[in-house]
């Protein structure tokens, strides 16, 4: 089974600053994928970065990397140089990546970020 | 190319009626993963289904909820003798395949409210 625990339930940043969001999670499949998706007030659902188990290089995309520590099963968000735009809630979440249940994601609870002017 | 396609919105039903979200994958997509989000919770996977076929329904309920995704037409969610409890978001996924490299595009949700 698998399980991701996010223990912030809210976080504040200011605008411009750098935030990070925690994410440790437990498996016992040996390939796997972290997600994180961010949903803003208005209630979707949007994709922002993933990480293979075996990916030798943290992911980054744009203003998100994820900091992706395997010893530790922590996969923390980084957001750099915040934005209101991007208060909102962030789950993390993730699936096996073999094995019959592979297209199934398990979420963690959320973080609310708001970010300050 | 328009992404997931989830209808309508936002719901209301009254205790003991039904209630029946839909779900158009993104074009091409084969794949539908229902997934439901209660109140300040993350989302939980409900159903997977191919066109025709239920592959995985571990995540539904036992009683009152079917899923079914035809030939022809969009996916349908259907919960009978809606409860207070079933006051959720409703959330769909589409995919090419079984299995994506990277994240599952979601539709926009579905927010059934019951009165």
């Known amino acids: 089974a698998q399980k991701i625990t996010q223990t912030q339930p809210g976080m504040f940043v200011q605008e411009k600053e750098a935030v990070t969001l925690d994410c440790t999670y437990d498996?016992?499949?040996?390939?796997?994928?972290l997600f994180w998706y961010k949903q803003p007030s208005s209630g979707e659902m949007i994709f922002l970065i993933y990480?293979?188990?075996?990916?030798?290089q943290n992911a980054t995309e744009g203003r998100y990397s994820l900091n992706f520590q395997k010893a530790r099963k922590s996969a923390n968000l980084v957001i750099s140089a915040s934005q209101l735009g991007d208060s909102a809630m962030y789950f993390c979440?993730?699936?096996?990546?073999?094995?019959?249940?592979?297209?199934?994601?398990?979420f963690g609870k959320g973080t609310l970020l708001t970010v300050n002017p | 190319n328009a992404g997931v396609m989830q209808n309508p919105r936002h719901l209301v039903r009254r205790r003991g009626q039904e209630a029946r979200l839909r779900c158009s994958p993104m074009?091409?997509?084969?794949?539908v993963y229902w997934y439901r989000q209660l109140p300040e919770e993350g989302l939980k996977f409900m159903v997977y289904?191919?066109?025709?076929?239920?592959?995985?329904e571990s995540g539904m309920p036992k009683e009152r909820f079917s899923a079914e995704f035809p030939k022809e037409g969009p996916s349908i969610l259907r919960i009978q003798q809606v409860v207070r409890g079933d006051s959720a978001a409703y959330f769909c996924?589409?995919?090419?395949?079984?299995?994506?490299?990277?994240?599952?595009?979601f539709g926009s949700g579905t927010r059934l409210t019951v009165v």
């Open positions: 996924a589409s995919s090419p395949e079984g299995w994506v490299a990277y994240g599952y595009t």
């Open positions: 498996t016992s499949d040996p390939s796997y994928g």
């Open positions: 990480q293979g188990s075996y990916d030798q």
């Open positions: 979440a993730m699936r096996a990546n073999s094995g019959g249940s592979n297209y199934k994601l398990t």
């Open positions: 074009k091409g997509h084969s794949h």
């Open positions: 289904l191919q066109k025709e076929n239920i592959i995985d």
